[in-house]
């Protein structure tokens, strides 16, 4: 609760200001603005809040998100509502999501996921879904920009447990829209509102090598799927080691370093 208040003590002035500036107007008539003004305002706005966080961030393969050419889908393992911060944080190119309806209705979340034309799934209706995820698969195609679709549908409450099992349907889009699937491993973004002083935070996302989208073919969906899963595993593992052991640090007051590590503020810095 604390890192709540404190959160918005922090950028109420800034969210209410592009509320009323441009945040209501992109939800409700997003066709009147380019796709690519409205997600660079919004990752202006996404940078500002976890600069204000005071976030310690390192990313391995940022090269493989931002380096590939045309459209992608990005799968990832979802453990806080600021995973979806993290990836526009990171990716210069456009993306929008496959999120649950819920998520529609939420304040300010909300009116951004639809400022980003993002794809409402209802988790109980199968026949929206299908044709939700159509939607998502046509505009892969035509270029619009990339998606992200958390597989797992839901977030890991527990954020030791393993992975949820993941949906092949979700996976089965990378195939049909002939894109390339890029996985991810995050952890870490759920320090941003737990438990635990502003200075505690500390997020780790790991970039995996690209999936072509004939693997899909080649190996068929449900087993690519289950080899991707048990790649992001393995990589969430190692980040949650490196996690226990930066908190451990900081607990005996040693501040620490990897060979990799990017620092604060530094990623972000545009």
Known sequence: M????????RMGP??????????????????????????KTIRELVIKIL?????EFEVNGLEKLNGVEGPVL????????????????????????????ENEKMPMLGKVMKALDSCFLDRGNLRQNGEVLAQVEKRLEEGVC???????GTRQKNVRDNLLPMHPGSFKIAGKA?????????????????KGGPKSIYVQVSILDAIQPEVFYNEGTVEAANRIRASIQENVNKLRDRDDAYHLARKNKKKP????????????SE
């Open 14 to 39: 800034t969210l209410i200001h592009d509320y009323l500036k441009w945040m209501r107007r992109y939800a409700k008539h997003p066709d009147d603005y380019p796709f690519e003004v409205r997600y």
């Open 257 to 268: 370093l990897h060979p990799d590590w990017v620092g604060r503020y530094q990623l972000l």
């Open 74 to 101: 990005i799968v990832s393992n979802h453990l806080s509502l600021m995973d979806s911060l993290t990836l526009i944080a990171l990716s210069k190119k456009p993306i929008s999501f496959v999120s649950k309806k």
């Open 51 to 55: 600069h204000k966080f005071r976030l």
């Open 178 to 194: 002939k894109v390339p699937l890029i996985p991810v491993a995050q952890y870490g973004t759920f320090h941003l509102l737990g």
């Open 146 to 152: 990339s998606y992200v679709i958390f597989p797992e």
């Open 2 to 9: 604390f890192k709540i208040i404190t959160a918005l003590f």
